[in-house]
């Protein structure tokens, strides 16, 4: 959504209105050139007149706002011949001999491959580094021209050695216009094959005389790195990764977790294994997550996310615990990720236009890799990516008490939902306040919204993140104190409490989340039972007399009334009884509340929304339980792009559900099934703009994926003759939309 500065009114408005005006094109695509100059107005007229020229000839319909003008491509080619003849040494053509290229094919800037060089001890020829630039070499006069044609892979004819120098000189003094024709493009040598990576990790190999490995060797053996690695790539999980490494002190393993082996960083082992629980415990115990691989100098956040070019399943998971703890998000070019729901242009012309690749953190991204993080980058990786871009880092103190409290994962539960990054932030806030400056009383929070937007999912996540049991209550059940804590000792069945009861007994004194489900529904009487542990309560210490003692957010054990320590447990209250106030201020502020780009704007918004709530909460519930909660955190609508991101969770779910092996005998007919989703993108946001329902969230989503692809999927699998087997071959489904914008599921050969 665009910032109010760029609407009618607001203070770049004049120039959104003269781009627009220049270059004859839509206002989002003004806004978008506008933004990635700074704000510099002639800047972005030279970047969409270069961005549009681009798009002429070329076969994708989409131009990245990040095209910047280059050097004009009719100047200096008349001298390229004889700078290529100092470069290559060569007295011929510099066309003949070398590989014919599509007429579009591009030179880029800072990853073109290397020219050859003689060794000076044997005399042979060896290839440099593809990280060479040979415009950096030449002249300004002598820099090679690029053609504005996109990349394809159709084939070609030769053409004469000279034809590209007769047609500069025919039109030499022609004037640059929209639909004048490309210049002719030199050819470039490509990164050689032997220097390019296909992003898998050598396999690593026991001596013969060694010993398999087990976490129990820690008792007796130096810490190995090697050995451990080799038990990753071997199935190894996050239990015994722990239990190995806990043999060992701190010290120990911080001075060897971020070793060497093979040429890589021990972390991109880990990372290699598509489990974000081990990439957590690695980084946990001292993993740079800022790692770089010494060979092709490809950075741990780029390698998690290409990496998904050699292995069918997605990599969503381990990028987004990745990025929750700190991953820099500088190393990967916007180019790839912003606008999120843009899908990357795979055959875009990658080359010198992106001043970006310039940039000394993003020179790992050379010519062969870009097409590949083009491909492998999905919606959701895209999301979070352009959200961290956004957001603003923890401050050390922020990450001080964390850590303190053992609670650094909290910090990042933002990557773990989609949309909701306000109510995400409260919580954090709320929770790093309660362990800086503790208080005797519990935490009592309200999760306020429609239904299925999260609010059981943050709980969840806070669970899992802290390490913490969770205790979910539907509370849809409850009529009577009992049916919360079970009866009092002496009535019948006092001696086996209820689940909610033996749940605090058991965790008395620790943290801990009670989650009350559908809070709305209780009664008066057993919203009165959640009083004492809310709040400073009376509990009898002891049956023997009426004595009363009190204790601060303390409750009794039903089957033995011995004082239970509530005081640091976390109390979740979710409710849909505050859902039209929420619903009413998003339809006021529409536009404002998923803009993040304000936030001093937008943290005034939820401070007003928030106060709302709490003045509903006390007319709902009343002034004794309203008056205990600390926080009432309001659960927004999704915004457009939040929409087709939850799709995305979904398709990736039904990807992963359809891959499954097929067990006849269990019933499992249908699997085996690697589906392909082209356009992303495009695809959730159709999915999203046709099922999305306020009321109903994210459920709406699921229903809609379900209708529109999983029914499709599973009715063309049906169709195919012959039967189900439990070890059939493979098979690859394709998810498209056509030019006419109609979606469509179906059988691919291979991988497209």
């Not at 209820?498 to 749940?503: C, K, M, R």
């Not at 509530?566 to 039209?580: F, P, Q, Y």
Request: glycine residues 6%; contains cysteine; aromatic residues 8%.
């Amino acid at each position: 959504m665009n910032a109010p500065q760029y609407k009618p009114g607001g203070a770049e408005w004049h120039k959104v209105e003269a781009i627009i005006k220049a270059c004859s094109c839509s206002r989002l695509r003004a806004v978008s050139a506008l933004k990635s100059c700074n704000n510099d107005q002639d800047a972005a007229i030279q970047s969409l007149d270069e961005a549009l020229l681009t798009s002429k000839p070329s076969n994708t319909s989409r131009t990245s706002p990040y095209l910047l003008p280059s050097d004009d491509g009719n100047k200096g080619i008349s001298h390229i011949t004889e700078s290529f003849k100092k470069l290559v040494g060569v007295k011929k053509d510099p066309l003949e001999g070398v590989k014919k290229v599509p007429d579009s094919f591009e030179l880029h800037g800072d990853s073109s491959p290397a020219i050859p060089q003689g060794d000076k001890d044997t005399g042979k020829e060896t290839p440099t580094s593809p990280k060479r630039n040979v415009r950096e070499e030449l002249p300004a006069s002598e820099s090679p021209p690029v053609s504005n044609t996109s990349r394809t892979r159709t084939s070609f004819k030769a053409k004469e050695p000279n034809d590209h120098l007769k047609e500069v000189k025919n039109r030499e003094d022609a004037p640059m216009r929209l639909n004048h024709k490309a210049p002719e493009v030199v050819p470039i040598i490509q990164t050689p094959m032997s220097e390019q990576w296909n992003f898998k990790l050598p396999k690593l190999e026991l001596a013969p005389d060694e010993p398999e490995f087990t976490a129990e060797e820690g008792l007796t053996q130096r810490l190995s790195i090697r050995r451990l690695i080799y038990a990753l790539q071997n199935g190894m999980k996050r239990g015994m990764l722990q239990h190995y490494l806990a043999f060992f002190s701190e010290s120990v393993v911080e001075s060897q977790i971020n070793a060497t082996v093979a040429g890589f960083p021990a972390i991109f082992y880990a990372v290699a294994t598509n489990d974000e629980k081990v990439v957590r415990t690695w980084i946990d115990n001292g993993g740079n997550v800022n790692a770089i691989d010494e060979t092709y100098k490809i950075p741990l956040l780029a390698f998690a996310i290409l990496m998904a070019d050699a292995m069918i399943p997605h990599t969503t998971a381990v990028t987004t615990t990745l990025l929750s703890l700190g991953a820099d998000v500088s190393v990967i070019p916007r180019v790839f990720f912003t606008p999120f729901l843009d899908d990357p242009p795979v055959k875009a012309p990658f080359n010198h236009r992106f001043r970006e690749f310039d940039e000394p953190e993003k020179q790992w991204c050379v010519d062969y890799i870009r097409p590949v993080m083009a491909r492998t980058v999905n919606l959701t990786q895209r999301y979070f990516l352009d959200r961290t871009l956004a957001e603003k880092r923890p401050s050390e103190r922020q990450i001080q008490v964390a850590i303190t409290h053992h609670a650094l994962a909290l910090l990042g539960i933002g990557y773990f939902m989609v949309g909701q990054s306000s109510a995400a932030k409260m919580v954090i806030q709320k929770s790093l306040s309660q362990m800086a400056l503790p208080k005797s009383k519990p935490s009592v929070m309200v999760f306020s919204g429609p239904s299925g937007h999260g609010k059981t999912e943050l709980a969840k996540r806070m669970g899992e993140l802290l390490s913490l049991e969770l205790e979910c209550i539907d509370c849809t059940e409850l009529r009577y104190e009992t049916d919360l804590f079970g009866p009092k000792k002496p009535y019948i069945g006092h001696e086996l409490g209820s689940p909610l009861n033996n749940f605090l007994t058991r965790l008395s004194g620790r943290r801990c989340i009670v989650f009350l489900d559908e809070f709305e529904k209780t009664t008066t009487d057993v919203q009165n039972a959640l009083l004492i542990p809310f709040d400073e309560g009376k509990s009898n210490m002891s049956h023997a007399g009426p004595r009363v003692l009190i204790w601060p957010g303390k409750y009794t054990d039903r089957r033995n009334r011995q004082v239970v320590d509530c005081s640091k447990t976390i109390w979740i209250m979710a409710t849909n009884a505050l859902d039209d106030t929420i619903l009413d201020f998003c339809d006021v502020h529409q536009e404002q509340v998923h803009n993040f780009e304000d936030t001093h704007r937008h943290a005034e918004l939820m401070a007003e929304l928030s106060a709302k709530l709490k003045k509903q909460l006390k007319s709902t519930f009343g002034n004794p339980l309203s008056g205990r909660v600390s926080l009432v955190v309001p659960f927004l609508p999704f915004s457009a792009g939040e929409q087709a991101v939850v799709a995305h969770k979904y398709m990736l779910d039904l990807q992963e559900k359809v891959r499954q092996s097929i067990q006849i005998s269990g019933q499992q007919l249908v699997g085996r099934i690697i589906l392909n989703v082209k356009q992303d993108g495009a695809i959730c946001k159709l999915l999203a703009g046709e099922g999305y329902d306020a009321s109903q969230g994210a459920r709406s989503l699921k229903a809609a994926v379900e209708t529109r692809i999983e029914d499709e999927l599973v009715q063309r699998y049906l169709e195919e003759d012959g039967r189900i087997e439990d070890w059939q071959p493979l098979v690859r489904y394709t998810v498209d939309l056509s030019r006419n914008g109609i979606l469509s599921v179906f059988k691919s050969s291979d991988r497209e």
